[in-house]
């Protein structure tokens, strides 16, 4: 119930504005307008959209070319940032933005959203929000998305992105290991000791080569957080702004997860990835997300189904999403936000998203399309790629210092996965690590 509270809230901004509720003076609104202005009132011009990577120019440039065909005044044009991985992505785009090339819309992930809105570089979206919440299609747009996936994409409590897609990592299996050991794939509220008796079951490391049950790799979307969100906990606070890295639910998790290549021996040790084990037939299980199965598919794997990740005190799932927002410098920011607004419709966002679930529920029916998959898999169960945000979502930790608490993570935890230390001690250290770089953390820009 309070959850739809907050919700009906968020969605009625706009109506308790024009009824006087007063959050913020009409001269804040974009243009002092109150009402959006119609399309023709947008000055013409070129949107500068900067993205990740060459093949979402190609993905994108006909959502592109549909927008201008919408309103011929309006042309995109996309520049790649390629190279790097999220972290080098956003460092190369902020060097952009701090030399003054002209962007007008910026391509993120979850991870990103803070560091971009801390160093004053992306536009408040709650002034727009709040005239045009009543309208469609952003009307449509709010109701559809998931309100956690939302309030992930904002900055000090003012919205800064929209989400266009979410990646969840659920569990994938190999059918054919589990139909060859009579294991009947489990119900979607399986737990954490069905997980790790199937694993142990299915396990056969002394082989040659080995067949593992699961994988541990050293990451944070990936790896370590579905485990610590199932069982609560997390590396930081809820708002990422104190470490929580040695809280014993957090120690607790990481040490079973470090359990699995070294005490249970159902895992590769130091935190191998086993791809070629997996693409093979000698893993059993692993956790990733829906961008996958198409990868899979063209490496000769089709054996393979999905599951939820287990409940362990939660079966609360961690996800990142693909976002777009809009260039605090740009100088087209009502001709911005008309793009922004036609990416999330209906009949235009699986175009532009990065094929992955897009961020409307409504669009689940759509599912095998968007991933790339045959409607009748593998996997069978690709709609809990979606339906799995039912069981709670839980944001990847992204503050604005991503890069550095990825950096201090990862090795802290690659040392635990090598067994060189005890998960307690990692964790100590972690913590230490943390508290400093937040604590060193400046004011907003402006």
Not at 167 to 178: A, D
Not at 272 to 292: I, K, P, Y
Not at 315 to 327: D, L
Request: aromatic share 8%; glycine share 10%; proline share 8%.
């Amino acid at each position: 119930m309070a959850s739809r509270a907050r919700r009906r809230r968020f969605l009625t901004q706009g109506a308790a504005l024009m009824a006087g509720g007063g959050v913020l003076p009409v001269a804040c609104a974009p243009g002092a307008q109150q009402t959006a202005p119609g399309p023709e009132a947008v000055p013409p011009g070129t949107l500068h959209v900067v993205v990740s990577s060459t093949g979402l120019v190609d993905r994108w440039t006909p959502g592109g070319a549909a927008f201008t065909r919408e309103y011929p005044h309006l042309k995109v044009e996309f520049t790649p940032v390629t190279g790097g991985g999220w972290g080098g992505y956003f460092e190369k785009v902020a060097t952009m933005v701090a030399g003054g090339t002209p962007l007008d819309i910026i391509r993120i992930a979850t991870e990103g959203v803070q560091f971009f809105a801390h160093k004053g570089m992306l536009l408040g979206l709650d002034p727009f929000i709040k005239r045009d919440a009543s309208s469609p299609p952003l009307r449509d747009y709010l109701k559809d998305v998931h309100e956690t996936m939302l309030k992930s994409q904002q900055y000090n409590g003012q919205q800064v992105t929209l989400p266009q897609g979410m990646n969840i990592p659920v569990i994938h299996y190999n059918t054919m290991l589990f139909q060859s050991a009579g294991i009947q794939r489990p119900p979607n509220n399986w737990t954490i000791d069905d997980f790790e008796r199937i694993a142990r079951q299915l396990a056969r490391p002394n082989e040659n080569p080995p067949l593992w049950g699961f994988r541990t790799i050293a990451g944070l979307w990936g790896g370590i957080n579905p485990f610590l969100f199932i069982n609560g906990t997390d590396f930081l606070s809820e708002d990422w702004k104190q470490s929580r890295a040695n809280d014993p639910r957090t120690v607790e998790a990481v040490e079973r997860y470090q359990s699995y290549s070294t005490k249970l021996n159902i895992a590769p040790p130091g935190g191998d990835s086993a791809g070629e084990a997996w693409n093979t037939g000698r893993l059993a299980m692993l956790h990733t997300g829906s961008h996958v199965p198409p990868g899979y598919i063209r490496a000769g794997m089709k054996d393979f189904d999905i599951l939820p990740m287990p409940k362990w005190r939660t079966q609360t799932h961690c996800f990142g999403s693909s976002c777009i927002g809009i260039a605090k410098a740009t100088a087209q920011r009502e001709g911005a936000w008309l793009l922004l607004k036609f990416t999330g419709r209906e009949d235009q966002l699986i175009t532009w998203n990065d094929g992955t679930v897009p961020a409307r529920r409504s669009l689940t029916n759509q599912l095998a399309g968007a991933l790339a998959i045959p409607p009748e898999g593998p996997p069978a169960h690709y709609k809990l790629y979606c339906e799995v945000q039912n069981y709670g979502l839980q944001a990847i930790p992204s503050p604005p210092e991503f890069n550095e608490l990825e950096t201090m993570t990862l090795k802290h935890l690659r040392s635990v996965l090598n067994n060189e230390l005890s998960a307690g001690t990692g964790m100590e250290q972690l913590h230490r690590e943390l508290s400093e770089l937040l604590a060193r953390r400046g004011s907003p820009a402006a």
